[in-house]
């Protein structure tokens, strides 16, 4: 016997997001967003179920390799771009399609030679601050890469800080499309949340990430809210059992007294499994199909769950702790972070089934 917990990677849902995000991407192509190992999917799991996407996007030349050796012939967009002079070779080998971002990466590009040029997206930090030229330094870098005979095929790519909040694109994308203006390249801008939320924002190539993988990328609105089915579902079991009396205590820091006297399950998942330490006490937890709570501290292998309301539960009983009946997002408000966080989290040493 193995320890019984496992992530159920659900393909059909894969699909489906995928199908629901196609419908508000309406012409554009969409590049799936597979980084972070799937967002804890499984890259090749997620890849495969998804597929039918128009592209990929990953975070390294790692992630890309194994999108070419499970046989995907489609772009495949390195959204950081190259890190040092020495992945160009390989880059052009798999025919990877290459952010840039900062001067520096035009510098190691200029001295490659290349049998074929590497497509280009040049990226514009039109206000995240994070990656991509300032609008004014853009144009520049535009002109340096049009010369440069190893890159081909450019396109244009910004990135919204604000898409998923009340905050919206309004002001960054009036930024990028006066600086886009009067070229004719294709464009990508849309995460998720502005796929979902601003459709006209989708321009060529639209990025979404989370919603392929069934989770919502705002704080106002469901998953299901959105049409999306969750992908990932987190099983374990109970292996034991406690009866607490009242004013007994729970775990690590004696944590939770009982107010009562009160039944215990002891769940095969920690904080070591990708689960959060942080989510309080009175997460929801589902214990054969049924809702409960989760009490006192989340340890390295293992957390508790109220069952005194669940007299059936014992040792062996099915436990979800995200997913299918019991939304990601809930645990994640619950620990003080979001979905994302969560489902990359998953541990390696959680398994996976996909069905
Ligand atoms: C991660 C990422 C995305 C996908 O974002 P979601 O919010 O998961 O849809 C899109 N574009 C870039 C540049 C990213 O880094």
New binding site residues.
Partial sequence: MTRPIYAHIDAAALRHNLAVSRKHAGNARIMA?V?ANG?GHGLKIAAAALADADGF?V?SLEEAVVLRDIGCHKPILL?EGIFDAGEIPLCAALKLSI?IHHREQIRLLRTAELVEPLPVFLKLNSGMNR?GFKPQDYTQALADIQTMPMLSNITL?S?FAT??DSYGISEQLSTILSCFNGWEYPLSL????A?FRYPYSRCQWA??????YGAS?FADQTASELELLPAMTLHSRIIATQTLNKNETLGYGRLWTAEKRSRIGVVACGYADGYPRHAATGTPILVDGKRTRIVGRISMDMLFADLTDLPEAGIGSQVILWGKGLPVELIAQSAGTIN?ELLCARADRVTMRDL
Avoid: E, Q, T
């Fill in positions: 967003v980084k967002y996007a975070a959204l952010v990656l790519m990135h898409a998923d849309a995460n998720s949340a796929l990025r979404p990430g989370i919603a392929l990328p994302y």
